[in-house]
């Protein structure tokens, strides 16, 4: 069928109909948002098929005990083995060996990731079916994570899991919103598309900031519109959204990226009557964990994920001691990661729970923390915004501080490069502020376990 946008059959081959008319439905509405992308989940027949027996296998529960290493992820690893550079030279050369000799095996960083992606690309896959994403930055390295169509549709499937675990289902129709991603940037990607694995369900990315709206109430009017029973997005954009006074009802919010604070969640709870959860995910290995609907940890979610917390050198931490969050596995068949640490803090607890789960869960998970960098007339910044001008620049890692009398300096880890159009954007974004850009050899560690913070405001 015709649509308005040439080609778009490449980014959606399992569009409907009916589809069609959603999707032009939420892009050409009076109030609509500003356009700038266009996007889709690239599925085919066959992939439905295999992620309808992802469902099935997301049914069970995660069951792994201290010391213990998950034969499902002992099988994949072996699986996997040949095919992945990095896996053929760091893991033994008998299955046997990889669960006996587990804590001696090397863990990674994003910094790996960073310097040596390819490695974990296996050899053999089909590059025209890869997707890509460039993240955000906000742990200091910004990377660019290649998936698959597979891969990326996992997170709604994983969505699904966390909702049921607080008693919520949405409707998934091919007619109507299922999902609003809502940022609040001054600048960010804003799309319309259907979810061939949510029945071809409509799913928006929108940005609360005026930046992304024709006229001032059109945030407003078209979110009532739609009215989508699923909000998903970061404390930032949810504390937004409390301010923005709209008139919709969602049945659940999803929150992610960075630390959800209590007193955030009540608010929410509050003002739109609905669970509100956080849940741990990652660009490069998908959803990790979700917060216990009785307040006692995260459980991990994915069977094919295995969780621990480490120490420093990397051995694994007894129960109940804290250490640095590393998982392996994940649903991304683009890149595979072996004790891959995700510099956030916790210690591990197994046995049932009060909620009635008995799935592993990371106790004081101690996350990212959203940090709000101020402009010269008070405005918020997000430091996704930050990110976004660092991104194309040849960046190792970064670190922006803002003093408390508003100055910024902003250290980047690189060979050193021409900083004048960082200069540039970043006096556009944060105004008449004192700005100091200079390279270093290192980055001081502040943050929990040594680690890197990318935003610092010490005000």
Partial sequence: MAHPRPGYRHHAPLLTEQGDALLRRMEQHPHAPIWNY???????????????????????TPAYTAGEVPEAVVDALWAQRPFVPYLKRHLPTSRAQIATTWADLPTLSREDLARHLPEFVPDGVDLDRMVVY?????TGHPLTIPNHPIGAAAYQLLLE?????????????PDAMANALVCNQVETIQYAATLSVWNGAGHVKVNLHENGWRQPDDAHTYLADFDPPLLTGDPISFAALLDAGLDIHPLALASTAVALSDGLKRQLEAQFGCPVFEWISLNEVGPIALACPEGYGHHVLDPSMFVEVVDPDGRP????VRGEVTVTGGRNPMLRLLRYRTGDHAS????????????????DFEGR?????????????????VSRILHPFPIVQH???????????????AAPFDTSPIHRQLEALFGNLELAVRFVEEIEGTGPGGKVVPFVADA
């Fill in 161 to 173: 899991r966390a909702l049921e675990a607080y008693g919520v289902q949405i409707p998934l129709r």
């Fill in 317 to 320: 931490c007894p129960p109940g």
């Fill in 38 to 60: 266009t996007c889709g989940d690239q599925l085919v027949a066959d992939d439905l098929r295999q992620l309808d027996q992802m469902r099935l296998e997301l049914a069970s």
């Fill in 399 to 413: 670190q922006l501080v803002q003093r408390t009398d508003g100055s910024v300096e902003l250290a980047l880890r």
């Fill in 348 to 363: 591990m607890a197994f046995g049932p729970c009060a909620c009635g789960s008995s799935a592993p869960r990371l106790v």
């Fill in 134 to 138: 460039s993240t955000s930055g906000t």
């Fill in 369 to 385: 923390l959203p940090v709000v960098l101020r402009s010269a007339t008070g405005g918020v910044v997000n430091p996704v915004d």
